[in-house]
């Protein structure tokens, strides 16, 4: 996991014909929408729905177009590929308003200045598989490989809604010739983490996960954190979930579970066994 920014810059470059089919603007309603799903004949790519909806009488992704347009050509034959199968993440223009009041106008507008990072952090919103509501629900704890090579977003699913890392899922399934699109409440940004930093960002996290994940590598031999924190490791992890290890308290009954967690050289065991 690296890190990257983003750039914005309208250009009202009209290199994409805009499709006759209707299509799903964003929306904001507290839990996912789910959109019918259509057959891909004759829809329009996810190109053009972000064109549609940017012109739209009120209009949605009009800072997503910007980006694309003054990304590198790649991220725009990528979403107007109508060979690809591709999921977008897309971000609402209120998206990109939150980030701009969190950085600051002027750190705002140098992010987006910078085409390399624009062009990296577009392309960590967008996994190489197309992959509707159901199938994104069914990822639920795992980490997914985006088109920025070498970060993973992680996908959760609490309380009936979905989180891409912490960025919440509003509108589901809008259905492109060459993929679909989820809309999302917050701009994802990569950053450079160790497995040891996600671990603890996710636990600290609002909503929180992997807290007794946490917990339990604080309390085995410091080799087990060394190893997660070390950035020169190549690792994979299974990461059990809080629900995972509440399973395993009701399973084993608290009392043998709390003398678990208090055992060090066999939570360390455990642990270990749980990276590759």
Avoid at 183 to 189: A, E, F, P, R, S
């Amino acid at each position: 996991m690296k890190s990257r920014s983003l750039l914005i810059a309208l250009c009202t470059l009209l290199l994409l014909m805009l499709p006759a089919t209707s299509v799903l603007a964003a929306s904001s309603d507290a839990n996912p929408t789910v959109a019918a799903s259509t057959s891909t004949d004759d829809l329009p790519t996810i190109a053009e729905i972000v064109v549609e909806q940017a012109s739209a009488d009120e209009p949605e992704f009009t800072t997503l177009l910007a980006a694309v347009q003054a990304a590198d050509p790649l991220v725009l034959n990528t979403l107007s590929d109508e060979t690809a199968d591709v999921t977008v993440f897309a971000p609402t223009d209120a998206a990109f308003e939150a980030l701009k009041t969190e950085l600051g106008e002027t750190a705002f507008n140098d992010l987006l200045a910078n085409q390399p990072a624009l062009t990296n952090i577009l392309l960590y919103h967008v996994l190489g598989e197309s992959l509707e509501a159901s199938e994104v629900i069914g990822r639920d704890g795992e980490f997914v490989e985006t088109l920025y090579a070498g970060f993973d977003v992680v996908i959760r699913v609490i309380d009936g809604d979905v989180f891409i890392n912490d960025s919440k899922v509003v509108t589901t399934d809008i259905q492109a010739s060459n993929g679909v699109i989820h809309v999302i409440d917050t701009v994802l940004q990569p950053v450079d983490q160790t497995i040891a930093d996600v671990v603890v960002a996710n636990a600290t996290g609002d909503p929180a996960e992997f807290t007794t994940l946490l917990a339990a590598v604080q309390a085995a031999d410091p080799l087990v954190l060394n190893t997660l924190a070390d950035p020169d490791q190549e690792l994979t992890v299974f990461a059990p979930t809080d629900a995972a290890f509440e399973a395993l308290k009701t399973e084993l009954g608290e009392t043998a579970f709390n003398d678990l967690l208090a055992d060090q050289p066999a939570l360390t065991n455990i642990l270990l066994y749980h990276v590759i």
